[in-house]
């Protein structure tokens, strides 16, 4: 299985940015997807964005346009650029690989 370490979440306010990495480790070829998934409390998990090998990325209606999705396959890391944060944004950001691999999770906090 591979293994899956984030970092990179922390307080911001309003209007902020922040950039979460995402490495992975363990013996694997290759990983085909990574994404980003996020889990406010009380809400289910959702996908936030993902990017395959080649770069075919998507994108949640709701973070169109102000996060983007990057991908270094040499150093096996994904990263979200997370910028003009809102409230709403706050959560749980997980990230995932092939063969449902998770990470543990990186808080992201935006205050208003």
């Known amino acids: 299985q591979v293994q899956l370490v984030e970092s990179g979440g922390g307080l911001v306010q309003a209007g902020g940015s922040l950039r979460l990495s995402c490495e992975a480790s363990g013996r694997f070829v290759s990983i085909n997807v990574m994404g980003w998934h996020r889990q406010a409390p009380g809400k289910q998990r959702e996908l936030v964005a993902s990017?395959?090998?080649?770069?075919?990325?998507y994108y949640a209606d709701s973070v169109k346009d102000r996060f983007a999705i990057s991908r270094d396959n040499a150093k096996n890391t994904v990263y979200l650029q997370m910028n003009s944060l809102q409230p709403e944004d706050t959560a749980v950001y997980y990230c995932?690989?092939?063969?449902?691999?998770w990470g543990q999770g990186t808080q992201v906090t935006v205050s208003s």
């Open positions: 990017i395959t090998r080649l770069g075919t990325i």
């Open positions: 995932k690989a092939d063969f449902d691999s």
